[in-house]
Nanobody, 127 residues
Framework: QVQLVESGGGPVQAGGSLRLSCAAS????????MGWFRQAPGKEREFVAAISWSGINTYYADSVKGRFTISRDNAKNTVYLQMNSLKPEDTAGYYC????????????????????WGQGTQVTVSS
């Protein structure tokens, strides 16, 4: 089992920045590929960013590319999502997800391929 706890969300003005954190426990973090997803009210869950357990591979949704950065610190069992130049359309609940892998280069953009999810943290961007 893997437990994921997100933090760092909150209200922010358009153009501002936030850094989300996701702390993992319960399993060797190095065998977890990680992803961030978001869901706004009335909308489907949307992929945001993913990172392989080695950190070598990252992938972003087009809507956040160039503004968001995913990273991880395997020594701290934590994955981060640095969000810059935030827009009102970034408003959503942000969820951290993990899937077990033994490939250092593996990552996935499909939420259905993730085994573990956090409870989410709300990001609200005002114009």
């Amino acid at each position: 089992q893997v437990q994921l706890v997100e933090s760092g969300g909150g209200p922010v003005q358009a153009g501002g920045s936030l850094r989300l954190s996701c702390a993992a426990s319960g399993r060797t973090f190095r065998n977890l590929a990680m992803g961030w997803f978001r869901q706004a009210p009335g909308k489907e869950r949307e992929f945001v960013a993913a990172i392989s357990w080695s950190g070598i591979n990252t992938y972003y949704a087009d809507s956040v590319k160039g503004r968001f950065t995913i990273s991880r610190d395997n020594a701290k069992n934590t994955v981060y999502l640095q969000m810059n130049s935030l827009k009102p359309e970034d408003t959503a609940g942000y969820y951290c997800a993990a899937t077990v892998t033994y490939s250092g280069s593996y990552y996935n953009t499909d939420g259905d391929e993730y085994d573990y999810w956090g409870q989410g943290t709300q990001v609200t961007v005002s114009s």
